[in-house]
């Protein structure tokens, strides 16, 4: 119920748009061809009511992209972290044999170790 929670909001904010702008196109048709004094006021339904159904669906959409990117970065943060501590000891090996503190099969071993 909760997985995917910003894909989730997308497709709300999809089908929401297209009701919306359903809904406004037929309400509109209906006000004008049923009432003629109510012409300009149908086109105006139908014109600037899909705009804003459109409108507002980009904002859920849009919200609905930052959570999920929010994720892949949070996701991505908690990768990086947990290879730190490695890459940390990579390093010091490597230095070690630059120095020629270890020989080159104490490095590769421990190199091999660190996988």
């Not at 048709?29 to 003629?36: I, K, P």
């Not at 006021?41 to 959409?61: E, Q």
Request: include cysteine; aromatic fraction near 8%; charged fraction near 25%.
């Amino acid at each position: 119920m909760f997985n995917n929670v910003g894909g989730k909001i997308k497709a709300v904010a999809k089908v929401t748009a297209w009701i919306g702008i359903a809904i406004c196109v037929i309400y509109g048709f209906v006000m004008l061809v049923s009432m003629e004094d109510m012409a300009l006021v149908g086109l105006l339904i139908m014109t600037v009511g899909s705009l804003a159904s459109w409108i507002s669906a980009l904002v859920l959409y849009g919200f609905g992209e930052l959570i999920e990117n929010s994720g892949i970065i949070a996701n991505k943060k908690e990768k990086a972290a947990d290879n730190k501590p490695q890459e940390k000891k990579n390093e010091a090996i490597d230095k070690w044999l630059e120095k020629g503190l270890i020989t080159e099969e104490e490095y590769q071993a421990k190199k091999n170790e660190n996988k």
